[in-house]
């Protein structure tokens, strides 16, 4: 009785191994594209989105007409003198509420991003003037400056000083705008 098991498991094996392979009738690829899928090469032209505006593959990868980044708000200013006139003019303030600016978090910004060249206290005495890096950097005593003309500068930059818009998103800049006239009011 024991051989027949034997010999009964050593057929089922023999003929399990050799129903896998067959040259004749070979197996079939379900979805062939996974397994031999066609390589792009990064940022390529590709045929996948053709286009009869002149695009050329490209439209694919463009964003919608009209759409803006998540969490993204416009600005209403240009980047303009006149503008930076018109922002100082109108005396812009800010749309968050005075009472709920968190301005242990709005000095925390101003320390990170401002002080280096502004100073801690405004004064125009950041350890880069300090040490030659920067020069002209005044204090904010002696400026014409608001809520509205802060945000505009921190958003485009002024001079030498460079935009901060993609460090501080509009809620940050307001707040560091409010803390920037805490400074003044100090001084």
């Known amino acids: 009785m024991k051989s027949i098991i034997k010999i009964t498991l050593v057929l089922g094996i023999i003929v399990s191994l050799s129903s896998c392979k067959d040259n ?3 197996n079939y690829q379900y979805m062939p594209n996974m397994y031999e899928s066609v390589a792009y090469e990064t940022y390529s032209e590709s045929k996948a989105f053709n286009s009869v505006n002149g695009l050329k593959g490209k439209e694919g990868q463009l964003p919608a007409v ?3 980044k998540r969490g993204y708000v416009p600005y209403e200013y240009a980047d303009t003198p006149e503008s930076f006139a018109a922002v100082k003019a109108a ?3 800010s749309p968050l509420d005075p009472s709920k600016i968190d301005m242990k978090k709005a000095e925390e910004l101003y320390v990170i ?3 280096i060249c502004h100073g801690t206290a405004g004064d125009g005495k950041g350890k880069l003037v300090t040490q030659g890096k920067f020069l002209g950097v005044p204090s904010y005593v002696d400026r014409v400056i608001n809520e509205g003309s802060i945000n505009h500068v921190i958003n485009y930059g002024l001079n030498s000083m460079g935009s ?3 460090q501080l998103n509009q809620e940050e800049r307001w707040m ?3 803390y920037v006239m805490k400074l003044k009011s100090e001084l």
């Open 24 to 26: 004749a009738s070979p």
């Open 66 to 68: 009209g759409s803006i």
């Open 91 to 93: 005396n812009l303030k």
């Open 113 to 115: 991003y401002c002080g």
């Open 164 to 166: 901060y818009a993609t």
């Open 176 to 178: 560091v705008a409010a």
